[in-house]
């Protein structure tokens, strides 16, 4: 019996979208105020969903501690309070957008978990916009 089990998380940081092979009037005309030079902010909301068997011996499909722990140590160190464009290394010259903030945080659980389970990751960058990855 396939089951998803989901575990919420939360973080903040500090991002500027910019393409280094644009002009000014060109990052600013695509990106509007997220081009701010001094950076912006968002309280990012995470939705860690993963799927797989029920375990006859546990009643678990995943212990929701060590998913935990996992998103802990692969999502929560690794971006609160950061700007993801100076602190970051996967953003050093991938820009921030939430889509790539979606796929970084994919990959970073993925290789934490055992291949019996599917992953996928939701970003809510404010309350009303965000991404999945994969995408169903």
């Given at each position: ?127 009303r916009n965000y991404v999945e990855y994969p995408a169903d």
């Amino acid at each position: 019996m396939r089951t998803a089990v989901f575990r919420r998380a939360h973080f903040n940081a500090a991002h500027r979208l910019h393409n280094a092979y644009w002009n000014d009037e060109k990052n600013k005309q695509i990106f509007g105020p997220c081009n701010n030079p001094n950076y912006h902010g968002h309280n990012y909301e995470i939705e860690v969903k993963v799927t797989g068997e029920v375990d006859p011996q546990t009643g678990f499909v995943i212990n929701l501690d060590e998913l935990k722990q996992h998103i802990k140590r692969e999502v929560e160190d690794h971006l609160d309070h950061k700007n993801l464009n100076l602190d970051v290394p996967e953003f050093k010259t991938l820009n921030p957008t939430a889509e790539n903030i979606v796929r970084v945080i994919w990959e970073r659980l993925r290789v934490k978990l055992e291949d019996k389970y599917d992953l996928s990751v939701r970003l809510f960058e404010t309350p009303r916009n965000y991404v999945e990855y994969p995408a169903d």
